[in-house]
Structure formats: structure tokens, C-alpha cells
């Protein structure tokens, strides 16, 4: 049996974050001890392991609950959650596009910058200049 405490340390996810989890179904709730203090089994340990993994990769809660269901029949076949992650990895690539596009908006806007105070910052007149042409259309 592992206390809350342990499932935090071995795992690396926060005590408040466990009691979330468990609060909205994604980790069974805890056995109480006669102290009433939380007690998990190996099995709460490696479920908490699996979100933690899935939230590192940025599955959102609903879809780690899904995958989780999923799990639950070792039969089936994987395609559900083929999809899961196939919708993740497009949303990711959307994310992505849209960073390389802030990128290079920031770039060449730091890269006309050669004025030596605000007054003539090619930064602040983007900026600025952005703003309108954005309230025109």
C-alpha cells in the first residue's frame, strides 16, 4: 500500500493534482487507513504513472479518460485509440503552425528595430500600426 505522499514522490505529480484525479474519476478513490489517511495499490500507483505520462504529452483530461476506458478491454482493437492520438498530434501540428507563424511575425519585427528610443521603436509602432489595420477590417 502507498500513501499519497509516496504516489506523489514516485510518480513526480503533485498531492493536490492526485486529489483532482481522483475527484473527477481518472484514479479510483482511495482506501482510508484507520487514521483516515489515503491508501493506494500498485495498481492506483501505475494508473497515475499512465496520466502522468499522457499529461506530459498534453492529452487533455477527457482524453486520458477515454484512453483509460479503452484500457479496460486488452481485446479490442486499438483504433479508438489510434484516433485519440491522431486528433492530438493534429491539434499539436496546429499548435505548431500557428508558432512558427508568431515566429516569424516577432522576428522581422525585431529585425527592423534600430531605433534608439521608444519614440522611433519599430516594435512599438507594429504594434501600434498592427492594431489599427486589424479594427479597419
Known amino acids: 500500500m502507498y500513501s499519497i505522499g509516496d504516489l506523489s514522490r514516485l510518480t513526480g505529480v503533485k498531492v493536490p493534482t492526485i486529489r483532482y484525479y481522483e475527484q473527477v474519476g481518472l484514479i479510483s478513490a482511495a482506501q482510508r487507513s484507520e487514521g483516515n489517511q489515503r491508501r493506494y495499490e500498485k495498481n492506483d500507483l501505475e ?10 504529452l498534453g492529452f487533455d483530461v477527457p482524453a486520458i479518460r477515454d484512453l483509460i476506458a479503452l484500457s479496460h478491454h486488452p481485446d479490442a482493437p486499438c483504433a479508438g485509440a489510434d484516433r485519440i492520438a491522431e486528433d492530438h498530434l493534429a491539434a499539436v501540428r496546429e499548435k505548431i503552425a500557428k508558432l512558427r507563424k508568431l515566429e516569424r511575425e516577432l522576428e522581422r519585427i525585431v529585425s527592423h528595430c534600430s531605433g534608439h528610443s521608444v519614440e522611433d521603436c519599430y516594435v512599438i509602432r507594429a504594434l501600434s500600426e498592427h492594431g489599427l489595420c486589424e479594427a479597419e477590417h
Open 47 to 56: 494508473r497515475l504513472a499512465f496520466i502522468r505520462h499522457a499529461r506530459d
